[in-house]
């Protein structure tokens, strides 16, 4: 009976052993994954952020373009809005005087 007793001691104190070791994996295994967890996020912000860079890159570089095509436009108009009014100038403030007038 002694034996028995002294087998069920040991067997509980092998159970407490075992315990705490798995406890202690556990643990281990939570610091491994969290820090994991931190450097995908890392990785995929990094990532981000270079895809964010590159898409402002990108959308600067139309947007400079756009302006350039518009003020392209802008100066055309304008020309052509110079050369009708140095072509009719006088034919216009002939028509306005005749309106006032009639």
């Known amino acids: 009976m002694k034996d028995m007793i002294k087998k069920i001691v040991e ?3 092998e159970a407490q052993k075992l315990y705490e070791q798995n406890l202690s994996e556990k643990d281990n295994l939570e610091k491994v994954i969290e820090k994991e967890k931190k450097e995908i996020i890392e990785k995929h912000l990094e990532e981000a952020k270079k895809i964010v860079a590159d898409k402002e890159a990108e959308l600067k570089k139309e947007a400079e373009s756009d ?3 518009n003020e392209e436009s802008r100066a055309k108009s304008l020309e052509k809005l110079q050369k009708d009014y140095e072509e009719n100038c006088d034919k216009w403030v002939d028509a306005i005087v005749e309106r006032v007038l009639s």
Do not use: E
Request: net charge positive; charged share 50%.
């Open 11 to 13: 067997m509980d104190y």
């Open 67 to 69: 302006w350039k095509r």
